[in-house]
């Protein structure tokens, strides 16, 4: 039920819309005053009330009507995902940056490591595992490193072999089952 505040009080006197000036009223305030008493003679409900109506029935559904998370089906579908994201993390950094086509590979890269991270961040079973904070680590210094620098710019050496190593621990947590 709505709350007493969005309730609004019926009335069945008629306020006088406001006087003009003149003596003579206007034919709007006279078409707009004949509107609100048919209104009130036929007892139809107003707009406020109805608009309060719509919010209530909106406020009521909108858990009902909001969609679930995409959640990981299975753990191979994990480990699958997760093998395609480290082998694009590893092509996409070592490509050479007078390539053609790195630009593409990197919108490509971000693509498929905001998808992933959108799936399973969200799932309390991966948070833990070394698989899952590896990965998480190397795509966020990828991605920032691309955002920053943009999509043509090389991954300094020091931070390539640092996700090149955090890509090698994920892998091998992700075949042992961690």
């Known amino acids: 039920m709505a709350s007493p505040t969005l309730m609004t009080r019926t009335t069945t006197n008629l306020k006088p819309a406001l006087a003009s ?37 909106a406020l009521i559904l909108s858990p009902a009507a909001v969609v679930a998370p995409a959640l990981a089906a299975s753990e191979e579908e994990y480990v699958k995902e997760t093998g395609v994201v480290i082998e ?8 050479d940056k007078n390539d053609p086509n790195v630009a593409d590979a990197v919108a490509d ?20 595992r070394p698989s899952f904070r590896d ?17 043509t710019a090389p991954i300094p050496a020091k931070r390539r ?13 992700l075949l042992r089952g961690r």
Request: hydrophobic fraction near 40%; aromatic fraction near 6%; charge should be positive.
């Open 21 to 57: 000036v003149n003596s003579k009223p206007s034919a709007a305030v006279v078409s707009c005053s004949a509107s609100n008493a048919a209104l009130s003679v036929g007892q139809q409900p107003r707009r406020r009330d109805l608009l309060s109506l719509a919010a209530g029935i």
């Open 88 to 95: 694009k993390v590893r092509k996409t950094i070592s490509m």
């Open 109 to 128: 890269l971000r693509e498929t490591s905001n998808s992933w991270v959108a799936k399973y961040r969200r799932e309390k079973a991966l948070l833990g």
């Open 135 to 151: 990965i998480y680590s190397a795509l966020n210094a990828v991605s920032g490193h691309y955002i920053s620098f943009g999509p």
């Open 161 to 173: 072999v640092r996700i090149l190593e955090e890509m090698d621990t994920a892998e091998k947590a």
